[in-house]
C-alpha cells in the first residue's frame, strides 16, 4: 500500500509539500526524437523546409499573385494614331481606255466529242 493512500492531506499540506517535489528527468532519447539533428548543410534544409498554410489563405494567395501577374504583363495601350486628311489635285495627262476581249467557253453540254477529225491549216497572212 501507499502511504498517502488512506490519508487525505489538506490544502497547506499539499503546498508545503509541492517545493520539495522534483520532477523526473526526461529519457535521453525523447530530445533526440523531439529535436532530431540534422546532418543536411543549412542551405538544403532552407530550400526543403516546409509551412502550413490553410487551403483559403493558399487559393486568395494564388488569386492575388495571377491577378498582380495578369495587371504586370498587360501591354500599354498603343499610341494614339491621328489621320489627317488633305484633298490634293493631281493632273491627268491622258487618258487610257484599255479594251480586253474575253472568251467565254459554250456551255458544258455543248462540248461533245467529234465523231471524225478533220484538221484544217491555217496560215498567218502579214
Do not use: H
Not at 29 to 38: D, K
Amino acid at each position: 500500500m501507499e502511504p498517502f493512500e488512506k490519508d487525505e492531506l489538506s490544502d497547506r499540506e499539499l503546498n508545503n509539500l509541492l517545493p520539495q517535489w522534483k520532477a523526473p528527468d526526461a529519457p535521453a532519447r525523447l530530445r533526440g526524437a523531439v529535436f532530431p539533428e540534422s546532418r543536411r548543410p543549412w542551405w538544403r534544409r532552407l530550400w526543403t523546409a516546409s509551412i502550413r498554410v490553410p487551403l483559403p489563405v493558399a487559393c486568395a494567395l494564388l488569386a492575388l499573385l495571377a491577378f498582380a501577374l495578369g495587371r504586370l504583363s498587360r501591354t500599354p495601350p498603343p499610341p494614339r494614331v491621328v489621320v489627317k486628311t488633305e484633298r490634293v489635285e493631281v493632273p491627268v495627262v491622258q487618258e487610257r481606255i484599255v479594251t480586253r476581249t474575253v472568251y467565254r467557253a459554250p456551255d458544258a453540254v455543248a462540248w461533245r466529242p467529234v465523231r471524225e477529225l478533220q484538221p484544217r491549216i491555217l496560215r498567218r497572212t502579214q
